[in-house]
């Protein structure tokens, strides 16, 4: 591990937005703040938004400036690339943002019941090859329905069309409610989005992919308590690249 990555996460061990729990599943360390977030750390009545795989922070932070009076929590494993934004947040003063070091697929150890009103997953991993792993599965919609609210709703913004397809076919064979759904959010965007805050928010790779001439996507649906989920049994051509400048490396060329 390099001296730079080392420095930030001594530095991050003083951050007081940032919490982590990194080995928590195998410690068994509980996480004494699980249902006390608004009255521990922000101190409001507020709601809180998570944004899963957050990576650097960036879009968490954006989110932030733009909502005063929304929470958001940023949460990733990677702790180097979190330090980025949790150091922009305590920069910018803003009370509003904390992250979370932590593996998603123990997410609802951290969260009570209806403690979560929104979830964003900005740009996630497509993981084409295990549907378990991806972020908008069934296997992750039933953890989060154990956290956000009934109708709560999730955000899909993408680059992947792997990614933007298999979700639109879980919300379909689910019947999840649908808001908003666009393969190409920029230039053929939604007219209830026309003029929304969140067009105004690019993350750097984002702003990469825009560049290259890739379509970014997005997708809104709510999240009910009721009824069991299943996975969509369909095959989805893949992604012709794994991510910014990276050839794919199946040469399979679809997967459901």
């Not at 123990?106 to 991993?125: A, G, K, M, N, P």
């Not at 290259?212 to 299943?230: A, E, K, Q, S, W």
Request: a negative charge.
């Amino acid at each position: 591990m390099g001296k730079g990555k080392l420095a930030k996460f001594a530095e991050m061990k003083e951050m007081s937005n940032v919490f982590e729990y990194p080995y928590s599943v195998v410690d068994n360390v509980p996480f004494t703040m699980k249902g006390h977030w608004r009255e521990e750390y922000f101190h409001n009545d507020n709601p809180i938004v998570l944004e899963l795989g957050c990576g650097k922070g960036e879009y968490t932070v954006g989110l932030a400036e733009l909502f005063p009076d929304i929470n958001f929590i940023g949460v990733d494993i990677k702790g180097a690339r979190m330090w980025t934004g949790a150091k922009l947040a305590q920069e910018r003063q803003l009370p509003n943002v904390a992250f979370l070091r932590t593996s998603i697929e123990i997410i609802d150890r951290f969260f009570s019941e209806d403690e979560v009103q929104e979830i964003w997953l900005t740009f996630s991993d497509p993981q084409m090859k295990n549907p378990h792993k991806r972020l908008t599965s069934t296997f992750f919609m039933d953890r989060y329905r154990r956290f956000l609210t009934d109708g709560g709703l999730i955000h899909l913004k993408t680059d992947s069309n792997f990614l933007f397809t298999y979700t639109r076919y879980m919300v379909e064979k689910n019947s999840l409610p649908l808001e908003v759904c666009t393969d190409d959010l920029y230039h053929q965007t939604p007219a209830n989005l026309i003029g929304s805050p969140i067009l105004t928010i690019q993350t750097y790779y984002e702003s990469m992919w825009i560049e290259r001439g890739l379509n970014i996507r997005y997708m809104r649906y709510h999240l009910p308590h009721t009824g069991i989920l299943v996975e969509p049994d369909v095959e989805i051509p893949l992604d012709e690249y794994r991510s910014y400048h990276r050839t794919k490396r199946s040469s399979l060329e679809r997967s459901k």
